[in-house]
């Protein structure tokens, strides 16, 4: 009996997660129209490529260019926050320096400060680089995470220290300890942080919203957002904005589950 409770509810969740989702890909292909008929209904009766034509040939947005945008962002973000978290955490998993005690508890201070208390002072450094309307601006500040080194410090603990010890009798250079032992052994980890990072910058709105300052510049949800307009909304545009948009990320997930799941299992077995 318990069981086909848990079964219930879990399908009733599936339920309530889904039909949003469906209503946006099917909402894609309906006319404003149609979207705003009463009673709200999920199927489409006049099915109509209308919003995905307007979209991707620049009528009104620069879609594809904000989208590629994105992927620039996001890929960059992502490749240069796992090589700084890695270092990062692989040097406070292994070594012993002068102040790490203290760094650490600094590093883990700042995991409680809510993001809007650094906007203003982000933004005014951002100014005096000379970096707003540039992607430097988003790249560089959301590739530095104290969640992100943590993580990959406390994974990165559980590397033997004998492999190092081996490594250096070989003549490996600590550089080369860290590409070689520590990176290898930390798989899963930097997996699991690569997709979290992903969705996270590709779904970025507000940041990007304060410093870009160009439509051609502009990410695909900041480009998105500028289709609600004063006096009119197009809601079919965005929902089929917001259904391409899902596409990279369905596509990562099924191409890298397996190797996702099985790296988290790998690096949660100990030798």
């Known amino acids: 009996m318990s069981e086909a409770l848990v079964f219930i509810v879990l399908c009733a969740l599936a339920v ?4 949003p989702f469906v209503y946006m890909i099917t909402g894609s292909f309906k006319t404003n ?3 705003f008929r009463f009673p709200v209904h999920l199927w489409v009766d006049q ?3 209308s919003n995905y034509i307007r979209l991707l040939n620049g009528s009104q947005i620069p879609f594809v260019h904000q989208f590629g945008n994105s992927l620039i962002v996001s890929i960059n973000q992502t ?3 796992l090589l700084i978290a890695s270092l990062v955490g692989w040097g406070f998993a292994k070594y012993e320096f002068r102040g790490k005690r203290v760094l650490f508890m ?3 201070v700042t995991l409680t400060l809510p993001g809007q208390m650094t906007l203003v002072p982000q933004f005014l450094l951002m100014l005096h680089l000379h970096w707003l309307d540039n992607y430097l601006a988003i790249i560089i500040p959301g590739s530095i995470s104290a969640f992100a080194a943590f993580f990959m410090r406390q994974n990165m603990i559980s590397v033997p220290n004998d492999l190092m010890d081996s490594a250096r009798i070989d003549g490996a250079s600590e550089l080369g300890i860290f590409w070689r032992v520590g990176l290898p052994l930390s798989r899963g980890a930097l997996s ?3 997709v979290l990072t992903f969705l996270g910058s590709w779904n970025d709105y507000l940041w990007p919203l304060i410093v870009l300052r160009t439509a051609d510049k502009f990410t695909y ?3 998105l957002a500028t289709l609600v307009g004063l006096y009119k909304v197009e809601y079919g545009m965005i929902l089929a904005g917001a259904f391409l948009a899902t596409l990279p990320i369905v596509a990562i997930f099924i191409a890298g589950r397996n190797y996702l799941v ?3 299992f790998a690096g949660a077995i100990k030798g």
């Open 106 to 108: 600094v590093l883990l």
């Open 79 to 81: 490749l240069l926050l």
């Open 262 to 264: 099985g790296n988290i």
């Open 47 to 49: 099915p109509t490529l």
């Open 16 to 19: 309530l997660t889904g039909v």
């Open 33 to 35: 129209g149609e979207l």
């Open 192 to 194: 699991v942080l690569a």
């Open 221 to 223: 949800p900041v480009g």
